[in-house]
């Protein structure tokens, strides 16, 4: 026992420590607990998404026949589906005031977007809007939570709602990204004029996907006009630059040349790189100089677009250029490219070297010499063609160089390579035979020439046969060559002495014609210097089309100093009939002269033309007043016979200073007629004096019918008009009226007046006391309403003046019959009245097609109110006749009806309490609802109408109000909550 | 005049329902399948005038079920297929299997209305 309890506390030293059992139940229920509250979460959350899924899901189900019900309807559609289209967009309406509801009717839409095209899309773009749902995605740009912004821009971007475009461009510079970008993408989309102020007022780095994106959205468009981009190319920001360039080559907007090599010396690779490109694209030649220019500064891959450039748009000048590039170069990419920008220029310049085997010290039998030529051809070294003769890539830029003291090399290039050259070029020649030489430097003999066996005997007399031909001929159709075979020829001969003199001059000018000669004629290159010597200049400048002659089918070029093609034992002679064609760019060097006309020495002979002053007196001064004038003379109507006094008019009576006047003399015309002599017909109006007028005597008696007006009841002015008192001159012998006529008239304007009089109404004064009182009567007039008539009742009740009186029932019987009377004069209408008569039917109205509107009016017929009258007023001077004619029909009708259901009303002598309107009301809700087909049971939400549907129990012409003051609003809230209650059981 | 059977096999519900409506208020009697399965069981069931199916459907792709009609069936009934730009393989297979006509989503329900017309006036 004891040595157990030894060894147990021994153990006890490193056993676990206690732990009190209730706190491990406590800590086990704790966990439980935890989990229990976790997985019944979990459960919740799984069920509210799987309820909330699944409440979509229905309501999609529910909504999509709806939304393609929208989307089809068509104008022809027969009335029944008019009614039933209308019936849908009240349905609708009301769903939508539902949140959830519009979130689900937003997303179809939205995905239906993705699935439709033509004009159903157009058409779901036109419902969202109709819908409203626009306005949701608004509320959405003011969130603080961008990808709420980012959804509603993406939502007014894909529904094309293109008022939203002056609400998203202020994001175009917001400092969030994904906003930015979205924001963007929408600018571009919703107008074309967007990409414009997308690049004047972006200040951020446009992504190279979201160029491709912009780009994308504006090929897209439809009818899009491209702006000139090259504006973009001045912007600060980098970006813009390079999408303004990338946009310049897409749509190939080739005028800004200027700008774009500018742009070659941007410091950021990306623009040069795509200056380039566009230098490229456009072929914008002038751009060299800047491209070499920036060249040994630039990055490998610039290099290289540089390199592509010049090799497309390059001429003989830059192949020098590029075998510098070629030698200097450490990039291997960039001198590969050097070297295939040369092939561009001067194709098959520099051959493939890579992997080449050396065929030198090939042993090939004798009889199958052709073939082994054929293998020497294709594998020769780019270093024999580099190193060797590097200038013979382009004879034509030595050509061109000018070099008026070519140097060794470039004396070695312009020689035809002898067969020496050959064997220091391939090393021993087993053969020992020319015709494999050839092909180091030349294209090839064509197989057939080669292989076939040639009766020399025969041969010489059939081409000399020929050579008659040839000689005659014209000249061959030349095509584009470089032709140096035949030009080193000759400028080979002219060394050896054989053959044209070395002074020989061939700066001709018949440049642009190929010189087709028999050159066994050994006057043959002087006839070509004389012949072109008697040429003009002008022709110089038409441009050559020379045609390629294969040096390789001419032996004698491979050796022209034996005169015998080697290989094939024909001699010089035997090949004369083959012509020279001459291109014109070689003719400097042929010449050995100058080889590049320099403009400045030509011989000009000039004319200096030097104005001469003459002497200020010898210098005719153009005198306008002394200019001769000719002009016709203008008739006076002299022989016309007038009616009318004639004679001179007095105006040219009137004391002119002439000298001030200055009229030179040449205007007296020709003839010398002196305008101030010209007689004018004129006529003198003789009418009646000013003075006479006042003379005449108007004589006139005032005579009254007995009861008539007196002079007291006719104002004042009509008497003094009548007897005329103030009438000037009135006694100085004028016209004297006179006479039964005239008393006749007299009394008729009197009758007249008389009777306008009594129109007048007479003035009413009342008495002080009173006047206060009937000024409150007229306030109450001019700004009451119905609500005053209990006040102008106790008024009444105390008025005991009759005038009063009179004039408060006059009010009174003016305030219950306001609203007919207010509708008939829209003018008076106050803010109460004009929310009276707003009508519902109004907002439905206006989006609506002309058969919509008839059966909205039908249903106004059937439906409307007294809120209706004034619409259907307005509607009475409708665009469209139809409409016009229906409105004027439901006018009477609804008339008809509302004066009936009064007439009713009060024949009934209804009592309204609150109770007895509710269950009418109900009623007539009720029925209302089955005229128009809709169940309020099946969407209780059809009772969070925003507008008021009612029938008039009113009566009486009498406003909706009731007596004590509720209006129908009060009345109409607990009916709708009674119904909303019944619905739900 | 009797109306004309159209089989209509679109997974995508909101896009059935829409030209479901169109076909149905062009004059067609349509019966619509949401997946490869219904498509079988209706054609076990009745075989309609015109199919129009999408390509990527449920259980039973558009190849197959052209596959199925002109092999298993050896129906020759017009069949329009839908299917999405970019997937010019698939549409290369259908008409390889028998497919009378093809339309790119986003489907125009237009031209899908004059594809049908045509292909049922061939027949």
């Known amino acids: 026992m004891g040595i157990a309890q030894y060894t147990y506390q021994g153990h006890a030293l490193i056993n676990a420590p206690k732990i009190h059992t209730d706190l491990l139940w406590d800590l086990a229920i704790l966990f439980v607990g935890l989990s229990i509250v976790y997985f019944v979460a979990i459960f919740l959350f799984r069920n509210f998404l799987s309820t909330k899924s699944a409440r979509t899901t229905k309501l999609k189900r529910e909504l999509s026949p709806m939304i393609s019900e929208f989307i089809f309807f068509e104008e022809d559609a027969t009335k029944e589906e008019k009614r039933h289209y209308v019936n849908l967009k009240i349905e609708i309406r009301e769903l939508l005031k539902n949140d959830f509801n519009r979130k689900i009717v937003s997303e179809i839409l939205l995905d239906l977007r993705k699935d439709v095209s033509g004009s159903a899309r157009k058409r779901l773009f036109e419902l969202y809007k109709d819908f409203g749902l626009h306005s949701v995605s608004y509320k959405k740009l003011k969130s603080w939570r961008w990808e709420q912004v980012s959804q509603g821009i993406q939502e007014l971007t894909q529904m094309r709602v293109a008022e939203s475009y002056g609400f998203i461009t202020r994001f175009i510079n917001d400092k969030r990204p994904t906003i930015r970008k979205q924001a963007e993408i929408a600018v571009v989309t919703l107008k074309p004029e967007g990409l414009n102020y997308f690049l004047d007022t972006t200040k951020h780095k446009i992504s190279e996907w979201q160029q491709l994106k912009l780009l994308e959205v504006v090929r897209n468009q439809p009818d899009y006009l ?494 003094e008009e009548i007897s005329g008192p103030s009438v000037p001159g009135k006694d100085q012998g004028g016209i004297k009226m006179e006479g039964p006529e005239w008393e006749s008239k007299e009394s008729k304007m009197i009758d007249e007046l008389e009777a306008w009089i009594k129109l007048i109404p007479a003035p009413e004064y009342y008495e002080n006391e009173i006047e206060g009182h009937m000024q409150l009567l007229d306030d109450i007039e001019l700004f009451g309403d119905e609500r005053e008539v209990p006040l102008l009742q106790e008024l009444m009740e105390k008025e005991d003046r009759q005038v009063a009186q009179l004039r408060i029932r006059d009010i009174m019987s003016r305030f219950s019959g306001q609203s007919q009377e207010t509708e008939n004069d829209p003018e008076i209408l106050t803010m109460d009245e004009s929310r009276a008569t707003y009508s519902i039917f109004e907002e439905f109205f206006r989006p609506c097609d002309t058969e919509s509107k008839l059966i909205l009016l039908d249903e106004i017929a059937h439906i409307g109110d007294e809120k209706e009258l004034y619409f259907l007023e307005r509607l009475l001077e409708d665009s469209e006749p139809r409409i016009r004619q229906t409105a004027s029909k439901v006018l009477e009708t609804l008339r008809e009806r509302l004066s009936l259901s009064k007439t009713a009303l009060e024949e009934a002598d209804l009592v309204y309490d609150e109770t007895d309107f509710d269950r009418r009301a109900a009623a007539g809700f009720g029925q209302l ?57 | 005049m009797e109306k004309k059977k159209l089989l209509l096999a679109e997974d995508d519900e909101l896009l059935a329902s829409l030209l479901n409506f169109r076909l149905e208020k062009g004059g067609y009697r349509v019966t619509l399948s949401n997946n490869g399965k219904e498509v079988k069981e209706e054609l076990a069931r009745e075989l309609p005038d015109i199919i129009v199916s999408d390509i990527m459907m449920p259980y039973f792709s558009g190849i197959e079920l052209i596959d199925f009609v002109r092999n298993e069936l050896g129906s020759s009934i017009p069949i329009i297929i839908i299917s999405s730009a970019g997937n010019e393989e698939n549409v290369l297979s259908a008409f390889e299997l028998g497919a009378n006509d093809f339309i790119s989503k986003p489907v125009s329900p237009s031209e899908l209305m004059v594809r049908v017309a045509r292909e049922l006036n061939k027949t």
């Open chain 1, 929 to 985: 609802l089955d005229e128009m087909e809709i169940a309020p049971s099946i969407a209780p939400s059809i009772f969070d109408i925003g507008f008021e549907l009612s029938e008039d129990f009113g009566g009486n012409g009498k406003s909706d109000t009731k007596p004590d003051g509720e209006s129908l609003l009060t009345w109409f809230c607990p009916f709708s909550k009674k119904t909303k209650s019944k619905g739900n059981g």
């Open chain 1, 226 to 719: 491209p702006p000139s981009f090259k504006i973009w190319l001045t912007s600060k920001n980098k970006y813009v630059v390079l999408f303004a360039l990338r946009l310049i080559k897409y749509y190939d907007q080739n005028d800004a040349n200027a700008s774009i090599i500018e742009l070659v010396k941007h410091r950021n690779n990306q623009i040069k790189q795509e200056a380039i490109a566009c230098i490229k694209t456009f072929h914008i030649a002038k751009a060299g100089e800047t491209l070499k220019t920036v060249f040994w500064k630039c990055t490998a891959d610039v290099k290289i677009a540089i390199l592509d450039a010049l090799g497309s748009l390059g001429c003989s000048d830059d192949i020098k250029f590029m075998q510098l590039i070629e030698k200097k170069e450490i990039n291997f990419s960039v001198r590969s490219k050097a070297l295939s920008s040369i092939n561009m220029i001067s194709p098959e310049s520099i051959l493939p070297s890579e992997g080449i085997l050396d065929t030198g010290n090939y042993q090939i039998p004798e009889d199958i010499k052709p073939k082994k030529m054929q293998v020497m051809k294709s594998e020769r070294t780019m270093e024999d063609v580099i190193q060797v003769n590097p200038e013979v890539l382009d004879p034509m830029t030595t050509i061109a160089q000018g070099d008026t003291a070519p140097s060794e090399s470039s004396q070695e290039n312009t020689e035809i390579p002898t067969p020496a050259d050959a064997e220091a070029l391939d090393g021993p020649e087993p053969s020992g035979e020319g015709p494999e030489i050839w092909t180091k430097n030349y294209p090839p003999v064509p197989e057939e020439i080669l292989e076939m066996e040639i009766d020399m005997e025969v041969v010489p007399a059939a081409w000399e046969a020929l050579d008659e031909d040839a000689v005659a001929e014209e000249p061959r159709e030349p095509t584009e060559t470089r032709s140096m075979g035949a030009l080193d020829k000759i400028e080979n001969d002219s060394a050896q002495g054989d053959g044209p003199s070395e002074d020989m001059d061939f700066d001709f000018s018949v440049d642009f014609l190929p010189i087709v000669k028999n050159l066994g004629d050994p006057t043959t290159l002087s006839e070509i210097e004389d012949e072109s010597l008697k040429v003009e200049t002008p022709l110089a400048g038409i441009p050559l089309i020379g045609g390629e002659m294969d040096t390789t089918a001419s032996p004698w070029a491979s050796d022209p100093i034996e005169g015998e093609a080697a290989g094939l034992g024909i001699r010089q002679e035997d090949l004369n009939f083959i012509p020279i064609v001459v291109e014109n760019d070689h003719k400097a060097s042929v010449a050995g002269g100058e080889k590049e006309i320099d403009l400045s020495e030509f011989e000009v002979t000039a004319q200096e033309v030097t104005p001469t002053p003459l002497p200020m007196s010898a210098e005719p001064i153009l005198d306008v007043l002394g200019l001769e004038v000719d002009f016709e003379e203008i008739e006076a109507s002299r022989d016309i016979p007038s009616p009318v006094e004639t004679g001179p008019a007095d105006i040219l009576d009137l004391p002119v200073e002439m000298e001030g006047l200055n009229v030179p003399p040449a205007i007296m015309g020709k003839e010398g007629i002196d305008i101030w002599e010209l007689e004018v017909v004129w006529e003198e109006i003789v009418g009646v004096d000013r003075e006479s007028l006042w003379n005449i005597e108007v004589e006139h008696e005032t005579l009254f019918a007995e009861g008539g007006i007196g002079d007291q009841e006719l104002p004042r002015w009509i008497l």
